[in-house]
Each structure stands twice: as structure tokens, then as C-alpha cells.
């Protein structure tokens, strides 16, 4: 895209453009941070009111951002590869100069302490960050809406948005913003990014000892000790429109070097042990026939082992002692709305079944390693239904996300791919998260994304 094809004539279509380009005019001076943020604040201007997605506005910081980034540009300075990108942060991952309320009032009165490290890494870089973008309370389910700031709706249909980082999807389908910056526990990334037609990125989990996945995301940040799974489990990830957006954006978050594709994908059969659809199962057989036919190995494991690590995951989580932390850390349970109240009593397990499920864990995931070996990928569904089957609702029925917390539970790298007609994630195997790219470009390329092929 040149200058003047992103000129104010076209404003509107400034947002249709990929970070590459965009960021690569910013550097080279043909288009002016400002002018990108600007545009980014008036498609918000026009776009969010009826969607609900960006709940604190941060126009004053990104407009100072952006012209430091100008003055850099004019001084000859190098200001990041991602320099005059506009993106949206989830709100319970703590960003500065903006609230992070995790969708309630029980935080209202918690200092919140250091800004995630994963805003900082990419403000570094040059991305500007325009606002926080709506969640369910302590980002607790799988529909964006919350008593404190409303229904978050799809840009792209009358279904579920999606939760819990519904807003940034939001905010990223209707072109308010470039990418947004989520989180994802047991899918909280990949299904709302399956629910609006995005890229949604997981990345591997960190090192559980360093914690380093809890730094600046709430609530579990204000008591690691307290839910020790989800500080290991739960990871910052991106949604983008664009494959390459997700790779440029993965080069900044988790430098290192490039894979190539697998040459081997694993399927599973028996996904009626998830709950699965006789839809989704069927769409998945077809997706291995022309896998094959782009030239891929395809081999197929049972998918008891995703049913016995999403047993697993329900039994952690039970495990981490939220409401404690809430009542010790927080503002306390009596601050949250019922319903959310309502989860967080339900999620307590006793030490002894702590214990259990921990050792049964490290056992699954010493199978599953074995099971998906270097140089191969695997491909399931995130959901046991397509999205279009679900309705916006105030009831949160985690069960919906059965084959995504499996993964979860593994701490592997996702990537939820906008395939019809179903979303699906695609899974490496440890240690090779970049191999994931390459792999969905050759599954495009060999037209094996394509239903009618």
C-alpha cells in the first residue's frame, strides 16, 4: 500500500491494511503515527457504541505516543518494527496510565503494580495502545458481558462474540484496532478469535517456576501461591486478521528462530468423549482428506488422551483457590455479581485431590509429548460445536471449550485458525511454536482449508 492509497480520502480503509505495511510507512516517514492513531479513534468513535468492545480509552497517552514516534521518525531513529500500531489491551491485563477492572468492582480499590511485561515489550516496539477492551468478570467465561459494562456484540454475526477476550475480538474484526493483546486460560484467545474469523495466538506456557504467565494479569498475579494453575497454565496471546500480522507480532513477543512446516499431522477419533458434534467430527474427516492430498503424513490418535487432560484441567482449576485470593488479595467475594459468584464457589477441591490431579497431570503430559513427537502438528476443534451455534448469554457454560482446555492443560502453543466451516486449532509440539506458521501456510496453499476442494 503506498501513501497515498492510505491518504485522508480513504481513511477508512487505512485499518484494512497489514501491520507490515502499515508500520513500514510509519518508519519510513510516507504516513505519520498520528494520522494512524487518529484514524484508529475515529473508526472507535463510530464503531463502538454499538459494540461495546473498548471500555477505557486511552486517546491522550496514544496521541503522545505517537507523536514521539513522528519526532523519532524525524530525528533518523529506528522506532520499532511495530512502530504507530494501534491495539487493544484485555482488562485484567494491567497496562499504564489505564484502570484494569477485570470487568467488575471487586479490583476498584487493589494497586495494581508493575504493567504487564507483554504491554511493555510491545509499546517498545512501537505499537500504541488505544484502549482496554471488555471481559466477563475476572475473565470467567465463555460470552463477553459483565454487570459493570454490558453485552460486548459480534461484529461479524448475531452469535457469541465469544469470551473471555471477546473485546479485543471485537475490536479487531470491526477494524477499531490492528490486534489485541488477550489472554487464554482454557480459550480464552482461540475461541473468541473462532467466534469473529481471526488468528488467535496461544503461546507456549512459560517456565511454571519463574510464573512469569501471571506478571501483570489479574486476578491471579495478586496471589500466585494461591491459584499455582493458572499462573502456569494461563498465557498473553494476540488476535489478529492476518496470519502474517500473528507471526510479525510473535517475532517481537517471542523472538527466535523460524520452522519449517510439519511434514506429519495428527488427527484423533473417539471426540464423542468430548462431547463433540457429529458436525464438527465429520468437518474435521473431510479436513484430513485434503491434508493428505497437500502432501502431508496424517495420523490419528485417540482422543481419550484429550478427554483425560480436559478431566484433568476441570480438576486443577477446581484446585486453585480463587475465592481465597479474592477475599484475602481483592475487594472480596461479596463484590462480584452473582453469577460470577456462583463459579468461583464452585471451582474448590480439596489438598489431597490437589495433589492427585497435579500427579496425574505430569503423567498425561509425558503421553501426550510422546504422542506428538518434533516435526509434527496436531489439528482439532476449539469448541465441541461450530460458534454460530451459540447465543450471547449471561449463563456461562464452560463445557462448550472442552477440546481447547485440553490443550490448556498441555501448555502447548495454539493457534486457532478462521477456517469454514469450522475454526480449528492447530498444536506443536513442544519447544516448537514457530513451526506453526509455516504449517498453516501450506495447509493454504494446498487449498486443504478449502471446504469445496
Known amino acids: 500500500m503506498t501513501a497515498a492509497a ?17 508500520a513500514g510507512e510509519v518508519r519510513a516517514g510516507t504516513l505519520t503515527a498520528r494520522e494512524v492513531v487518529m484514524r484508529a479513534l475515529a473508526r472507535m468513535d463510530i464503531r463502538n457504541g454499538g459494540l461495546g468492545a473498548i471500555v477505557a480509552r486511552a486517546d491522550a497517552l496514544a496521541l503522545a505516543q505517537a507523536d514521539e514516534i513522528d519526532r523519532r521518525v524525524r530525528a533518523g531513529e529506528d522506532p520499532g518494527p511495530l512502530a504507530g500500531i494501534p491495539f487493544s489491551v484485555k482488562d485484567i491485563i494491567a497496562t499504564d496510565g489505564l484502570p484494569t477492572t477485570a470487568g ?6 487493589v494497586e495494581l503494580g508493575v504493567e ?11 505499537a500504541i495502545v488505544v484502549g482496554k477492551s471488555n471481559c466477563p468478570e475476572l475473565a470467567i467465561g465463555v460470552h463477553t458481558i459483565n454487570e459493570r459494562y ?55 506456557a512459560e517456565d511454571p517456576d519463574a510464573h512469569h504467565a501471571a506478571a501483570g494479569q489479574l486476578p491471579v498475579s495478586r496471589g500466585v501461591e494461591l491459584c499455582p494453575f493458572q499462573a502456569e497454565v494461563q498465557v498473553v496471546g494476540t488476535l489478529t486478521r492476518d496470519l502474517d500480522d500473528a507471526e510479525m507480532l510473535f517475532g517481537v513477543l517471542s523472538p527466535g528462530p523460524a520452522l519449517p512446516a510439519a511434514d506429519e499431522l495428527v488427527f484423533f477419533d473417539r471426540l464423542d468423549l468430548l462431547d463433540v458434534s457429529s458436525g464438527v467430527v465429520d468437518a474435521l474427516a473431510a479436513l484430513a482428506v485434503r491434508a493428505r492430498r497437500a502432501g502431508f503424513r496424517v495420523r490419528t490418535e485417540s482422543g481419550a488422551i484429550l478427554a483425560a ?15 481465597r485470593l479474592i477475599d484475602e488479595r481483592a475487594g472480596g467475594v461479596g463484590r462480584l455479581s452473582a453469577a460470577t459468584a456462583r463459579v468461583v ?13 497435579a500427579a496425574d497431570r505430569r503423567r498425561l503430559l509425558v503421553e501426550f509429548d510422546r504422542m506428538l513427537p518434533s516435526d509434527s502438528v496436531a489439528v482439532l476443534p476449539i469448541s465441541i460445536a461450530p460458534p454460530t451455534d451459540y447465543a450471547p448469554s449471561i449463563e456461562q457454560d464452560l463445557s462448550i471449550l472442552a477440546p481447547a482446555r485440553a490443550i490448556s492443560s498441555t501448555g502447548l502453543a495454539s493457534f486457532a485458525v478462521p477456517t469454514m466451516p469450522l475454526p480449528v486449532q492447530l498444536v506443536a509440539s513442544r519447544g516448537e511454536s514457530a513451526r506453526l506458521f509455516a504449517t498453516v501456510r501450506r495447509l493454504q496453499q494446498g487449498r486443504a482449508f478449502d471446504a469445496g476442494s
Open 345 to 357: 464457589a464452585e471451582a474448590e477441591a480439596s489438598a489431597s485431590q490437589s495433589m492427585q490431579a
Open 150 to 204: 454490558g453485552l460486548t456484540a459480534n461484529p461479524t454475526g448475531s452469535h457469541t462474540v465469544g469470551g473471555s477476550s471477546g473485546g479485543d475480538a471485537a475490536a479487531v474484526a470491526s477494524g477499531m484496532t490492528a490486534f489485541g493483546l488477550g489472554t487464554d486460560f482454557g480459550g480464552s484467545i482461540r475461541w473468541p478469535a473462532s467466534c469473529t474469523g481471526l488468528y488467535g495466538w496461544r503461546p507456549e
Open 6 to 22: 492510505v491518504s485522508p480520502a480513504g481513511a477508512d480503509d487505512l485499518w484494512r491494511a497489514g501491520i507490515r505495511v502499515i
Open 116 to 126: 504487564a511485561p507483554q504491554v511493555t515489550r510491545l509499546r517498545t516496539a512501537g
Open 309 to 323: 487432560l480436559e478431566a484433568n484441567y476441570s480438576e486443577l482449576r477446581r484446585a486453585d483457590s480463587l475465592s
Open 104 to 109: 467488575g468492582h471487586v479490583l476498584d480499590e
